[in-house]
């Protein structure tokens, strides 16, 4: 467990020198007296004074606030405490602080759309406007704002137009089906849909003109659709209950773009859980909390500059599109994409980083590992010079991954992985700019998070494995879950394992050097012969086996003690699943891990079950195979492919429990 992993990268002195994490820890040496040796020390005194941390971070931003705060942090334990109280601000007045002539605020390129930009002025004409007819709709502080749109400049006016006047922001991307969507609009009662009448995924359209009727059929309070003809242009809004088309909604005379002073907890949006198991769970997160969090990482932990150019590979419905959207409070160009990621081949978006002159690439880890697989060279075929980060979530990425970045993409690129949530909004651990990159290490965990990892006992470990848990509280974490007013959905979500303290359900290692590594979700945990896998570690060792596209593993706790480790694998184009395959694989696994790692059984599958935003369901393929009714397991308007549950449904009925 302390054996060094293969050094990737070293920050070179001009980045470390350059970087805005060195930069505000000079300002705390001079504006506070505080000095520190290397990040570990920063990162302790950070977590061991929150109050002070998070005030040096109020002044080192210079957050403008109508109203002054009377206490950085009050209340206890968590999730009760209270942030800045007294104090009133407003979250997009913060990004417009960084208008700017002589860059664009937005860059946009989708497949039926060429790359094309948006100048900070037309943005704030458009904001404008746009806030007017929301205000001349009777929209007001609290109400909510809701959108059924793609990744498109449009869904940022709207957003930064309702967040402007303090109304509540909603998104669900036009993928989402739509019992998934009116399970999470109906529960936050809103009174304006953006909407689109469809979009275009991997060169094919989809029309979902009558998924929108039928979603404001089920929205019951709603007083205004705005529609957006984006995939026909003669698409009409007449059909629609109240329905106004977005040209006619930006005739709406404007005045001067305005910001409405909210408090610091004044919900900002709500975010979902994936909902896979039942209703999604309505996060709700605060102006105040977001702002500084943002802030934080993406200036210290992302390294961003004014004039950079930010992108993730997102969808409206998850939140790394609110992440996107916050790059704009460091003085970012966001750059949005909109299709498939794969259409008409995987070198899409790195030819797109080169014609957009990316300066940070951000995408999920199945990405990076389909263009490994598929031997894709961007480096070689892309100007990519622009380059210098790269950024991967949504799943642990296993070392084979970073050092196919650093051999095919770029050898001096900072490659950030990073994890955290929709539960946060943000990331609990991620990059350093003055750390160097390991193979399959996450570099720190981020200023101003107390995360550990526990073991069974609450006792914090290092170089083992234990439970990831925040011991206390972060501005950004959720100020309650919508519909749940004695907060018992939100205390069960986070708090019964260890009350008063964060678990968040993953299985984490952090090495004494300070780097981690994250071992997947603890609640789909393997648990064979009394040893913890995590499942991250059997996919891992899978990456070697060309012939297998994909996996997923669960393991079974059955009557009398027994036990049952099923690895289902989806087989590459062509490929097929022979005795010879399976040997290879249990033979990876042995000698990669341990004989406890090699699965009772390999059986293909036409399909690995996933959720909208990408993660696979091992939990409910679990409870599948334990014989819950498939209703009861997961829930299919959550998934991107809810037929390939039929497969598990088949073959839990030979199990024997």
């Given at each position: 467990m302390n054996d060094t992993p293969k050094l990737l990268w070293a920050p070179a002195p001009d980045f470390t020198r350059n970087s805005r994490l060195q930069h505000f820890l000079s300002w705390l040496a001079e504006e506070k007296g505080l000095r520190f040796d290397n990040y570990a020390d920063a990162w302790a005194w950070s977590v061991a004074d929150i109050p002070g941390f998070w005030e040096s971070a109020w002044q080192y931003f210079d957050i403008q606030a109508h109203s002054p705060y009377e206490a950085v942090l009050s209340g206890g334990p968590m999730p009760v405490y209270r942030w800045f109280e007294g104090s009133t601000l407003n979250y997009a007045e913060h990004i417009f602080r960084q208008k700017n002539a002589e860059r664009p605020a937005i860059l946009f390129q989708s497949e039926r759309h060429a790359l094309s930009e948006l100048s900070w002025q037309e943005l704030e004409r458009d904001v404008a406007r746009m806030a007017a007819f929301l205000k001349s709709e009777g929209v007001e502080k609290g109400d909510r704002v809701v959108a059924f749109m793609p990744n498109i400049p449009e869904a940022t006016v709207a957003f930064l137009a309702a967040c402007s006047i303090g109304a509540v922001w909603s998104s669900c991307s036009p993928d989402f089906g739509l019992n998934s969507v009116v399970d999470r609009f109906q529960q936050i009662e809103p009174k304006v849909l953006f909407a689109v009448d469809g979009y275009q995924y991997g060169g094919k359209p989809f029309d979902k003109t009558q998924v929108v009727l039928e979603i404001c059929q089920q929205l019951p309070a709603l007083k205004k659709v705005v529609l957006l003809p984006y995939l026909d242009e003669k698409a009409s809004a007449g059909s629609l209950p109240s329905g106004i088309s977005w040209r006619e909604a930006m005739k709406t005379p404007a005045v001067a773009l305005a910001f409405e002073p909210v408090p610091f907890s004044h919900p900002i949006w709500v975010l979902y859980s994936s909902g896979t198991t039942g209703i999604p769970k309505a996060i709700t997160h605060s102006h105040g909390g977001v702002l500084l969090e943002h802030l934080k990482y993406l200036a210290f932990h992302n390294d961003v500059h004014p004039g950079e150019r930010f992108f993730w590979f997102s969808t409206t419905g998850w939140m790394m599109w609110n992440f996107v959207q916050a790059s704009l409070l460091v003085g970012a160009t966001i750059v949005l994409y909109d299709g498939s990621p794969a259409y008409p081949s995987l070198d899409v978006l790195w030819q797109f980083a080169q014609d957009a002159r990316i300066s940070h690439f951000g995408a999920s880890a199945p990405y990076l590992l389909a263009c490994m697989k598929a031997g894709i060279e961007p480096g070689k075929s892309f100007g990519l010079s622009s380059l210098r980060s790269i950024g991967s979530t949504g799943a642990p990425l296993p070392p084979e991954a970073f050092d196919y970045v650093y051999e095919q993409i770029k050898s001096d690129l900072w490659l950030c992985s990073m994890s955290g949530g929709t539960d946060v909004c943000t990331a609990f651990v991620g990059?350093?700019?003055?750390?160097?990159?390991?193979?399959?290490?996450?570099?720190?965990?981020?200023?101003?998070?107390?995360?550990?990892?526990?073991?069974?006992?609450?006792?914090?470990?290092?170089?083992?494995?234990?439970?990831?848990?925040?011991?206390?509280?972060?501005p950004s974490m959720p100020i309650y879950f919508w519909g749940d007013p004695d907060g018992q959905k939100y205390l069960g979500s986070y708090f019964e394992m260890y009350p008063g303290i964060w678990r968040h359900g993953d299985w984490v290692r952090i090495t004494s050097r300070g780097s981690l590594v994250i071992l997947g979700r603890s609640d789909a945990t393997l648990n064979r012969q009394g040893i913890r896998i995590g499942t991250a570690e059997i996919y891992r060792a899978l990456g070697y086996i060309p012939e297998v596209k994909d996996s997923l593993i669960v393991n079974l706790e059955l009557s009398g003690g027994r036990h049952y480790m099923p690895l289902f694998v989806l087989m590459d184009e062509g490929q097929e699943l022979t005795e010879s395959v399976r040997g290879q694989i249990r033979q990876v696994l042995r000698s990669e891990y341990s004989p406890r790692h090699v699965p009772d059984e390999i059986i293909e599958v036409p399909d690995i079950p996933y959720t909208i935003s990408g993660k696979k369901l091992e939990a409910p393929v679990k409870k599948i195979l334990l014989g819950f009714p498939i209703h009861k397991a997961a829930n299919p308007d959550s998934m991107r492919n809810p037929g390939s549950l039929d497969f598990f449904v088949a073959f839990a009925k030979g199990i024997s429990r």
């Open positions: 990059g350093c700019p003055l750390e160097p990159v390991y193979e399959g290490e996450i570099q720190c965990r981020g200023l101003g998070c107390a995360l550990y990892a526990f073991d069974d006992d609450g006792r914090e470990v290092i170089d083992e494995v234990g439970e990831m848990v925040v011991t206390q509280p972060m």
